[in-house]
C-alpha cells in the first residue's frame, strides 16, 4: 500500500523560510514522478512543483519560480520542498503527490496517491 507522509510544516513570518518533507513508502519511489500541491481555504488545489524518476527534470508554477525548490533523495525515499521569502499567500495546506508514470505534470488529475497534507501559515 503506498503511503505518503508530510511534515515540516509551520507558522512563520513574511520573508521566512521552510523546508517540507514527504516520506514515501509501499511502492518502488524512484519510479514515479512526485509533486508538490497546496490549497488554501475556498481555492482550488493547484499542483507547485513536480520532478522526474531521476530527479533531473523539474518544473515550477510561476508563481513560486525562483522561491521553491523541489528535489528528493531516491536513497530516502523522500521529497523535500524547500520554500524561501514566503509571502501571506504562500498559506496553505501542502501536499505531497505520486504519479505512477515517468512523464511528470503539475496537474492534481493527474496524481495517484496523496498524502493528507502539512500547513504552512505566513504572518505578516
Known amino acids: 500500500q503506498v503511503q505518503l507522509v508530510e511534515s515540516g510544516g509551520g507558522s512563520v513570518q513574511v520573508g521566512g523560510s521552510l523546508r517540507l518533507s514527504c516520506a514515501a513508502s509501499?511502492?518502488?519511489?524512484?519510479?514515479?514522478?512526485m509533486g508538490w500541491f497546496r490549497q488554501a481555504p475556498g481555492k482550488e488545489r493547484e499542483g507547485v512543483a513536480a520532478i522526474n524518476n531521476s530527479g533531473g527534470t523539474t518544473t515550477y508554477a510561476d508563481s513560486v519560480k525562483g522561491r521553491f525548490t523541489i528535489s528528493k533523495d531516491n536513497a530516502k525515499n523522500t521529497l523535500y520542498l524547500q520554500i524561501n521569502s514566503l509571502k501571506p499567500e504562500d498559506t496553505a495546506m501542502y501536499y505531497c503527490?505520486?504519479?505512477?508514470?515517468?512523464?511528470?505534470?503539475?496537474?492534481?488529475?493527474?496524481?495517484?496517491?496523496w498524502g493528507q497534507g502539512t500547513q504552512v501559515t505566513v504572518s505578516s
Open positions: 509501499g511502492y518502488t519511489y524512484n519510479s514515479y514522478c
Open positions: 503527490a505520486a504519479r505512477r508514470s515517468w512523464f511528470c505534470t503539475r496537474s492534481k488529475n493527474d496524481y495517484n496517491y
